[in-house]
Structure formats: structure tokens, C-alpha cells
């Protein structure tokens, strides 16, 4: 059995068509009726991810009292954020083909160094945390350079660099095994919230810049003489994020403590990764970079025939990659309020099933950071859903690898049915 990957695309619709030939702005049918006309092609994108979101919300839901109570959708959120982060970082690489095993253990590793800097020697956190980074920037260098430079495959690399970065996490931390996180600011990273009216800033906040992001791509489309999609979309997608924005930010502001102690307001992590995501996105979706991603991933030889520098990319590709992946380090040693040898170690197949699930394909060229956030949501959904249900956790390993391998699948199908993979 043999198989070749080049980029297709689903046969267009004649109305689409037509309208992408004059240059005119379709209506809202006609653009309901295109990306109708692209799920049924294979481009599902993130919608599988989505209702699986739905179903299993509302199976917890049913089987648990506590699953959607204020006290537990934060903590949700608070679980979801290093998957979500590490998964984010993986997109960089998955887009191109390529993988990065060693994502989890370079962040253990940036975390050990800024930890022993700022315990043992008295290094001011600032500076700790950012020869912390260095680390994560040095590796992705590194992985980079034999990827694209030497021309080892990713998966052998970053499997050796797994292997021997836990050992030198271990070097590093030494025979107590264990540093304490004694710096209140990253503390309050996973452990604070905003105050009440704080949420409702950031979600006007959140509407001012999807508002200005998707005017602003607009007038850059009218300019290029480009067609935009229907002016109704833009109206839509911004009830949408204020319906739903406004309900997380009601619930959230809810009293989860008690009497004596309220807790209440969006977590601080929150915000934190949205202006990641949202930064990332911006990177992706609106910069050459990002347009070069998606070409090396769909075709790297007719990029590179396109005068792509093609290693350049995968190399910062990589970097990237290995700076995410020491944020989602600093997200869970904030969370558990310390650091030791295991910090990262198993963390990170969870993150390529949190990007694959969330319908990043794994043949590249397909995907985009929201949707490994939305599969780091489900990933975490079962893990939560599961603990309060109190099953074995090796019922959690077996949901999980199924959910993986469903997604998966249909990730090999769509690009069956789309034309982009022949066996």
C-alpha cells in the first residue's frame, strides 16, 4: 500500500464560485451554503471537537451534580490551561508534519533552571524566569537546526531529547527532588482571580478587538479586491462571543466559597491565554509567516519552489513551539505550587491528542490554534467529568486514547473524501 499527500480542494459551489470569480460579497445563504459545502468535502475543522464538547457536557451533566456548578467549572478552566497551552504550542509544528515529543520535559527543564536560579542562588524571579524562556527559545533551536539543517527526522530528535531532558531535569534539581514555588505573582497565575467587574472589562475588551480584527481584515480584503464574507458573519460572531462571554463571566462571578471566604471572578488564567491564543492566532492567520506555515505544511517542495525558505520557517516554527511549552510548564508548577523531575514528563502526548482532537490534521497543512484549545477542553472535560464520577483513573487513559483515535480517523477519512490523501 502506498500513499502521496498533495493539497486539493473540494469541489467548489457554483454560487461560491461565482462569487469569488467577480469579486463580490456573497450573501449570508451563499456563504451558509460554501461552508456547508466544505464540511460535506471533509473540512470539519473543529465542529466534531465542538459536539463532542456539547455531548459530554451534557452527559456529565446528567450524571453528576457537581459537574456544572461555578466551583467546578473554574477549576475546569484552571485544568485546561497547560493542555491547552502545550497543545497551542504543538499546532506550530503539526502544521508543518512534523511533531515534538520533547515539548513537555523542555518545559520541566526551563522550570528547573528558573527555580533553582530564584531558591538557591537568589536570582530575582524576573530574570529566573526568563533565563527560564532562554532555555525553551535554546531547545527550539536546537530541535530546529537538526530538522531543518541536518535533516533528522522530528520524531527521532525530539524522542531523544525526551529521553535525556529528564535526566537533566533530575541533574538540576538535585537529590531534594522537589523547589517550592515562593513567589506570590506566579502563584496567583493559576490560584487568582479578577475581581468581579474585571471579567466584564475583558469581555468588552474581547468584542473592541474581535471587532477591529475583523473590520480591519475587511477594508484590507475591499483594498486587495479580494471578496469578504457576508457583513451578517462578523454581527453573528460577535453575539456569539457576547452571549456566551457574558454567561462563563455571570457564572464565574458567582460566590464559589463560603460565607466567610467568598471566591469569586474569572480566573486570572483565563485572560492570560486568550491574549495568548489571540496573539498566536494573529501570527498564524494574518502575517507571511503564518501563510508560509500553512504552505510548507500542504507542500513543502512547491514552497519551497516558491522561494519559501523552508528551514527558516520549520526553525522558528520550532522555537515557538518550545516557548509555548515552557509557558504551559510555568501554568501547571503555578497550579501545584512547586517543581519537581516530573514536571512536563506526561504531559505531552496529551497535548498532540488535545491538537488531533481538536481537528489539527497530523498530515499538515490543516488547523489552527483555537482548535487544539477546543480539544484541550475536551480532554479536559473527561478527565474532570471522570474524577467526579470517581472511576478508576484507567478508565480516564482508555476514554481518552479512544477519543484520540476516533478523532484521528476522522482526520484520515476527511482527507479521503476531500481528495488531499490517496491510498
Known amino acids: 500500500m502506498s500513499s502521496a499527500t498533495t493539497r486539493t480542494?473540494?469541489?467548489?459551489?457554483?454560487?461560491?464560485?461565482?462569487?469569488?470569480?467577480?469579486?463580490?460579497?456573497?450573501?449570508?445563504?451563499?456563504?451558509?451554503?460554501?461552508w456547508w459545502q466544505r464540511v460535506r468535502g471533509g473540512e470539519m475543522g473543529a465542529?466534531?471537537?465542538?459536539?463532542?464538547l456539547v455531548v459530554l457536557g451534557g452527559l456529565f451533566t446528567a450524571l453528576s451534580p457537581y459537574f456544572l456548578t461555578e466551583?467546578?467549572?473554574?477549576?475546569?478552566?484552571?485544568?485546561?490551561?497547560?493542555?491547552?497551552?502545550?497543545?497551542?504550542?504543538?499546532?506550530?509544528?503539526?502544521?508543518?508534519?512534523?511533531i515534538d515529543l520533547s515539548a513537555g520535559v523542555t518545559g520541566g527543564v526551563a522550570m528547573a533552571v528558573f527555580v533553582v536560579l530564584n531558591s538557591q542562588f537568589h536570582v530575582p524571579w524576573p530574570l529566573a524566569l526568563l533565563i527560564g524562556f532562554g532555555v525553551g527559545f535554546a531547545t527550539g533551536a536546537l530541535i530546529g537546526f537538526f530538522v531543518a539543517r541536518v535533516g533528522i527526522p522530528s520524531f527521532v530528535v525530539t524522542l531523544g531529547l525526551f529521553l535525556g531532558y529528564q535526566g537533566l531535569t533530575l541533574l538540576i534539581i538535585g537529590d531534594g527532588g522537589l523547589y517550592r514555588?515562593?513567589?506570590?505573582?506566579?502563584?496567583?497565575?493559576?490560584?487568582?482571580?479578577?475581581?468581579?467587574?474585571?471579567?466584564?472589562?475583558?469581555?468588552?475588551?474581547?468584542?473592541?478587538?474581535?471587532?477591529?480584527?475583523?473590520?480591519?481584515d475587511r477594508a484590507r480584503r475591499t483594498r486587495a479586491g479580494v471578496p469578504n464574507r457576508a457583513l451578517a458573519l462578523v454581527w453573528i460572531k460577535l453575539g456569539v462571543i457576547a452571549v456566551l462571554g457574558g454567561v462563563v463571566v455571570f457564572v464565574l462571578n458567582e460566590n464559589r466559597g463560603s460565607a466567610l471566604h467568598a471566591v469569586q471572578g474569572v480566573p486570572i488564567i483565563v485572560p492570560v491565554t486568550l491574549v495568548i491564543l489571540w496573539l498566536g492566532t494573529f501570527l498564524l492567520d494574518r502575517t507571511k509567516f503564518g501563510r508560509y506555515v500553512y504552505a510548507i505544511g500542504g507542500?513543502?517542495?512547491?514552497?519551497?519552489?516558491?522561494?519559501?525558505?523552508?528551514?527558516?520557517?520549520?526553525?522558528?516554527?520550532?522555537?515557538?513551539?518550545?516557548?509555548?511549552?515552557?509557558?504551559?510548564?510555568?501554568?501547571?508548577?503555578?497550579?501545584?505550587?512547586?517543581?519537581d523531575a516530573t514536571v512536563g514528563r506526561d504531559i505531552v502526548l496529551s497535548g498532540v491528542a488535545a491538537a488531533v482532537v481538536g481537528g489539527?490534521?497530523?498530515?499538515?497543512?490543516?488547523?489552527?490554534?483555537?482548535?487544539?484549545?477546543?480539544?484541550?477542553l475536551v480532554i479536559a472535560v473527561i478527565t474532570n467529568g471522570l474524577g467526579l464520577?470517581?472511576?478508576?483513573?484507567?478508565?480516564?487513559?482508555l476514554v481518552t486514547g479512544g477519543v484520540l483515535i476516533l478523532a484521528a480517523s476522522v482526520?484520515?477519512?476527511?482527507?479521503?473524501?476531500?481528495?488531499?490523501?490517496?491510498?
Open 181 to 216: 514555588i515562593e513567589v506570590p505573582e506566579l502563584i496567583a497565575l493559576q490560584n487568582g482571580n479578577l475581581p468581579v467587574w474585571g471579567g466584564w472589562v475583558m469581555l468588552v475588551i474581547m468584542l473592541a478587538i474581535s471587532a477591529a480584527t475583523s473590520f480591519w
Open 71 to 98: 466551583r467546578n467549572f473554574a477549576n475546569l478552566l484552571n485544568q485546561a490551561a497547560p493542555l491547552v497551552m502545550l497543545g497551542m504550542a504543538l499546532v506550530f509544528v503539526l502544521l508543518l508534519g512534523e
Open 47 to 52: 465542529l466534531p471537537a465542538v459536539g463532542g
Open 389 to 397: 464520577l470517581s472511576l478508576p483513573s484507567g478508565i480516564n487513559l
Open 299 to 339: 507542500n513543502a517542495e512547491a514552497a519551497r519552489r516558491s522561494g519559501v525558505k523552508v528551514r527558516w520557517i520549520k526553525w522558528w516554527a520550532f522555537v515557538l513551539c518550545s516557548m509555548l511549552a515552557v509557558a504551559a510548564a510555568l501554568f501547571t508548577v503555578s497550579r501545584i505550587q512547586s517543581v
Open 411 to 423: 482526520d484520515a477519512l476527511s482527507r479521503v473524501r476531500s481528495g488531499g490523501l490517496r491510498m
Open 360 to 376: 489539527v490534521s497530523l498530515f499538515g497543512g490543516r488547523g489552527r490554534l483555537v482548535h487544539a484549545a477546543i480539544g484541550a
Open 9 to 34: 480542494e473540494a469541489a467548489p459551489d457554483p454560487v461560491a464560485g461565482d462569487l469569488i470569480g467577480s469579486g463580490v460579497e456573497g450573501g449570508l445563504g451563499d456563504q451558509i451554503r460554501a
